[in-house]
Each structure stands twice: as C-alpha cells, then as structure tokens.
C-alpha cells in the first residue's frame, strides 16, 4: 500500500481486537484482528512493515503441505452436434435466446419458435431432426405441438423441457416417464447431453430406419 503509511506504535497494535485509527463510529477494528485468526489458525503468521509517509507492505505466511495439490476436476465432456437442426419452441424470450446460442455454438442448425402457432408455421416450410419445446405455455402446450406435427414430420425427434417438473409428471401426466424431459434451469453440458441423447436414442435410430 502507498498511502501514509502507520508509525511503530500503530503497527505494534495493527491486530489487536478493536483497535482502530479511525473516528468513532467509522470502524470497528476487528478487519485485521479477523485476518490475524485466519492465518494464525494455518499456524501461519503475518508481518507488517510500514513507515509514515511511505506506505505498508503486509506478508502472509502460511505452512507448507506435505500433501501434493488435488488435481483441478477434468472438465466434462461436450457433445456436439453434426448439422441436425432443431426447432426450439419456448415462450420465455430470456431462456429461448440462451438456448438458441447454446445450440448454434455447438454445431446445431437452429429455429427458434415463441409459441406453438409459430412452430407450426415454421414447420410448414422446414424438415427438421429435433423439436425441443416446453411443456406449458399459452394456447397451445408441448404436448399439443408434437400431435399436430407428428403427421408430417414423423422421423423428427422430441425433447420436452420445464421449469415445473411436478406438472410435467404429476397426477395429471402431461408427459409419460419414458418420453425425453430436461429440467429448466440447466446446464450447457446438460442441454447438449439431452438433446445428443435425444437425437441418438433408439427410438430415433428406429424412425429413421422405418423411413
């Protein structure tokens, strides 16, 4: 520090417990007595030089480990896609724009759709492999959307998403346990592991098959 640095009696009392420099009301004094425990607690310790007008330098000296550092976690791997495109369907604008990115940046074409009526009309003059919708929106639910385009576009895909698990496999079932369910919020990772999975499932390798 470069500022006025202390004199030797402030710097003798620097750690004690309410000892503060400062005006009443504008300190507590406890910060470095706080610092203090925390490294004395290590059996580590701290020195101060400073001198008026000059400034302060404070050092923190902490115990080796005999113990070699644990290893950063390997980051997890990431599925990419190969060109598969993939019609979002989400009426939160917020969460259809962060997933949207997601995709594109990671090798998906991508549509995105606010509602159920724009999927349909976007659907009229477009093939796609996956459609990825949210279960509950107004007018026109997810699961609406995949009947009225199952006719015509019968190889493609589904993933369903939520931020209301209970209403996507509560009593009312809006959704069979067996059918594919991201849970909103979720990760980049999650997401790109969803929709791989999704795409590459058997039921997928099926339909294509059957085409």
């Given at each position: 520090?470069?500022?006025?640095?202390?004199?030797a009696d402030v710097v003798a009392r620097a750690f004690d417990p309410f000892f503060s420099t400062k005006r009443p009301g504008e300190g507590t004094g406890l910060g470095l007595a706080t610092v203090y425990g925390i490294v004395a607690d290590t059996g580590g310790a701290v020195d101060v030089q400073s001198e008026e007008g000059v400034?302060?330098?404070v050092r923190a000296f902490f115990p080796a480990s005999p113990e070699a550092p644990a290893p950063f976690p390997a980051p997890p791997d990431v599925v990419v896609g190969a060109g598969e495109t993939v019609l979002v369907v989400e009426d939160q604008r917020a969460v259809r724009e962060v997933t949207v990115a997601i995709l594109r940046r990671n090798g998906y074409r991508?549509?995105?759709?606010?509602?159920?009526?724009?999927?349909?009309?976007?659907?009229?003059d477009i093939d796609f492999?996956?459609?990825?919708?949210?279960?509950v929106m107004p007018?026109?639910?997810?699961?609406?959307?995949?009947?009225?385009?199952?006719?015509?576009?019968?190889?493609c895909q589904v993933l369903f998403m939520s931020g209301y698990s209970g209403s996507a496999f509560g009593s009312d079932r809006?959704?069979?346990?067996?059918?594919?369910?991201?849970?909103?919020p979720f990760k980049e990772t999650e997401l790109l592991q969803a929709v791989h999975d999704a795409l590459h499932s058997s039921s997928a390798t099926e339909r294509r098959s059957l085409q």
């Open positions: 520090d470069e500022g006025s640095g202390m004199s400034g302060s330098t991508v549509r995105p759709a606010a509602d159920a009526a724009e999927a349909l009309l976007i659907s009229a492999d996956l459609l990825l919708t949210d279960v007018g026109t639910s997810g699961r609406e959307l995949v009947s009225a385009l199952r006719d015509r576009h019968q190889t809006i959704l069979d346990a067996t059918e594919a369910f991201i849970h909103k």
